[in-house]
């Protein structure tokens, strides 16, 4: 889907509010077989929409302990050393590079290795007090640092942002 930012959202700083959005995970394991839904928290980040949308930046982090999924002993496995570690890692953090025709390209960094990733633009709307973005995207796990667990876990994650800003 296209967004034309310049149309739906006055231009300015919008600061992503995290009791309010939402960052969704689904990847596969056993042998990329079973699908597992998980949750993140976003835990700050800050949107600016420039007069000219291919001005347009984007930069949020995610809390790397906030990973839940419906088995306690996956969030722990996740969470450790062999996966996110997010003891030395405490933030998954994306950047924007560039905006172009409802797609925001960036870096994200994952376990202090950064990779590439393409964020797909679906909504783009205001809100009584400030807007709402949703975004999809597909990150290569392995690409991005996780390279524990090819065997048993799937190589890609799918991602879904929902996020409320104010401004």
């Known amino acids: 889907m296209t967004t034309n930012l310049s ?12 009791d309010r959005s939402t960052c969704r995970l689904i990847a596969t394991h056993v042998f990329g077989l079973k699908p597992v839904d998980a949750t993140m928290t976003v835990h700050q980040g800050t949107i600016t929409v420039a007069d000219d949308p291919a001005r347009s930046t984007a930069s949020a982090e995610i809390a790397t302990a906030s990973f839940r999924s419906d088995d306690a002993k996956r969030n722990r496995d996740i969470r450790g050393k062999r996966f996110l570690d997010a003891v030395r890692f405490p933030v998954i953090a994306f950047r924007s590079t560039g905006f172009d025709d409802g ?4 870096v994200l960094n994952v376990r202090g290795q950064d990779s590439p ?12 007090d400030g807007c709402r973005f949703t975004a999809t995207c597909t ?3 392995v690409a991005a640092g996780v390279k524990t667990g090819r065997a ?16």
Do not use: F, K
């Not at 990733?117 to 009584?128: D, F, I, R, S, Y």
């Not at 048993?152 to 409320?164: E, N």
């Open 152 to 167: 048993i876990v799937g190589r890609t994650v799918h991602i879904s942002l929902d996020l409320y800003c104010a401004g």
């Open 117 to 128: 990733v393409t964020l797909e633009l679906g909504t783009a709307e205001p809100t009584g």
């Open 7 to 18: 149309t739906q959202i006055r231009p300015g700083t919008y600061t992503i509010d995290p």
């Open 103 to 106: 797609r925001l390209t960036g």
């Open 139 to 141: 990150v290569d796990r």
